[in-house]
């Protein structure tokens, strides 16, 4: 089994990194769906994103629930899959959780950082979010626990007023009388990609710490209690949340694009090119890694466009990447929108980390090296980071939460 490239972190830095990188995931689609107005219209953006998430949540729910020994088919089991998910990123997505008995559940969110990025853009954009988007996918990411799980509203924006909280209230009710929810058709075409079918390691039971997710729900999840083992486990299963829903993100764009492949590929490449930028930025910062060319390669070995090693073939030396063909290349990930002839996504992480950094690309399509280099002048912000960057999670700060357990009442 190919070593994970976390596993050379400490276990507090692990700590740090997994709740930067559900909120890097979540910050995904504010990469990529603004690219897609012009060309699909409002309408065409909310298609793509309710068949993006519905290809990939069900899947990488699944993975996540057999990972930490939490699989089950009650309201305990959906909530605890929210906790560990990309669409749910702790604190700027602020979940709270109430368990009435094993079939009936409430969340509402204290605090939207979807729903602050898009009210600015008018409730148009707010219904597209908090309606058309979320009754479908909700109901979708319970589909891992239970078919006959139904998410549905308490209250939903638009907001009555400006400062009304919380910003939204839920129900869950698990009930046999419900009709099963139907898989999106997309999601067979997710199911069959490399990225669904990774195997990554085993986490080692005897490893200090916490090593699953089977005891009682937390309020919030206390990532610095779980084993060096398991957090390693989860930074990789958080990596193949974002490649599964970039995959989906993918599929969904090519089907509208149609003919116009030049379209979907740049499409594509922004979003790719928008969240590598703030990615990097995040992960530099929150790992206190050194400036110049040598920070810049050790936040590009953890970075998710090259995670996890088993789906991505990539080996980093003190001023280069080489990135050799990959299960990544054979579902045409992230990794396989970058090389040679595509420089801006691997040039926005690098200036990320120091706008004084560009990266020189040589080889083919699938066999190529990126070298970091230092120049003289420092580069402006590419428009595609600039895009994800007016959203709230780019600059969103976390803090110390304590973690309490969640009994029925």
């Given at each position: 089994?190919?070593?994970?490239?976390?596993?050379?972190?400490?276990?507090?830095?692990?700590?740090?990194?997994?709740?930067?990188?559900?909120?890097?995931?979540?910050?995904?689609?504010?990469?990529?769906?603004?690219?897609?107005?012009?060309?699909?219209?409002?309408?065409?953006?909310?298609?793509?994103?309710?068949?993006?998430?519905?290809?990939?949540?069900?899947?990488?729910?699944?993975?996540?629930?057999?990972?930490?020994?939490?699989e089950g088919d009650d309201v305990v089991t959906i909530f605890k899959g929210l906790q560990l998910d990309i669409g749910a990123p702790p604190q700027f997505m602020d979940f709270r959780y109430t368990v009435h008995d094993r079939w009936h559940g409430e969340f509402h969110l204290d605090h939207c950082g979807a729903l602050l990025d898009v009210e600015p853009m008018g409730e148009e954009?707010?219904?597209?979010?908090?309606?058309?988007?979320?009754?479908?996918?909700?109901?979708?990411?319970?589909?891992?626990?239970?078919?006959?799980?139904?998410?549905?509203?308490?209250?939903?924006?638009?907001?009555?007023?400006?400062?009304?909280?919380?910003?939204?209230?839920?129900?869950?009710?698990?009930?046999?009388?419900?009709?099963?929810?139907?898989?999106?058709?997309?999601?067979?075409?997710?199911?069959?990609?490399?990225?669904?079918?990774?195997?990554?390691?085993?986490?080692?039971?005897?490893?200090?710490?916490?090593?699953?997710?089977?005891?009682?729900?937390?309020?919030d999840l206390d990532f610095a209690k779980f084993s060096h083992s398991a957090l390693v486990r989860i930074a990789d299963e958080v990596c193949l949340q974002m490649h599964l829903l970039n995959l989906s993100f993918i599929i969904a764009v090519g089907k509208r694009a149609g003919t116009d492949t030049d379209l979907a590929t740049k499409i594509c490449t922004n979003q790719l090119t928008g969240i590598a930028g703030i990615a990097a930025e995040r992960i530099h910062r929150a790992l206190g890694l050194p400036g110049g060319v040598e920070g810049a390669i050790r936040t590009l070995e953890v970075h998710p466009m090259f995670n996890p090693a088993v789906y991505v073939t990539a080996e980093f030396s003190p001023d280069s990447v080489h990135v050799r063909r990959s299960p990544a290349h054979e579902d045409g990930a992230w990794v396989a929108l970058a090389g040679p002839s595509s420089v801006r996504p691997l040039h926005a992480a690098v200036a990320a980390v120091d706008p004084h950094l560009d990266v020189q690309i040589t080889g083919s399509e699938t066999d190529w090296t990126a070298r970091v280099v230092e120049t003289d002048t420092a580069a402006e912000e590419l428009v595609e980071v600039s895009v994800v960057r007016v959203s709230g999670g780019a600059s969103w700060v976390f803090a110390p939460r304590k973690s309490l357990p969640l009994t029925v009442v």
């Open positions: 089994m190919t070593r994970s490239r976390f596993a050379s972190l400490s276990r507090d830095q692990l700590a740090v990194l997994v709740p930067e990188l559900l909120l890097i995931g979540q910050l995904i689609d504010r990469s990529g769906m603004g690219w897609c107005i012009k060309p699909f219209g409002h309408s065409g953006m909310l298609e793509i994103a309710i068949e993006e998430w519905m290809g990939a949540s069900p899947i990488y729910t699944g993975r996540m629930q057999k990972a930490l020994n939490f954009y707010v219904r597209g979010m908090c309606h058309d988007i979320e009754d479908p996918t909700f109901d979708a990411t319970a589909v891992a626990t239970n078919r006959r799980a139904q998410i549905r509203p308490i209250h939903r924006p638009p907001r009555a007023t400006a400062d009304q909280h919380p910003h939204c209230a839920w129900t869950v009710i698990i009930d046999e009388s419900h009709p099963e929810v139907e898989d999106h058709p997309v999601l067979d075409v997710v199911r069959r990609t490399r990225a669904a079918r990774t195997e990554l390691g085993p986490i080692d039971a005897d490893d200090e710490g916490q090593s699953d997710y089977s005891g009682e729900l937390v309020s």
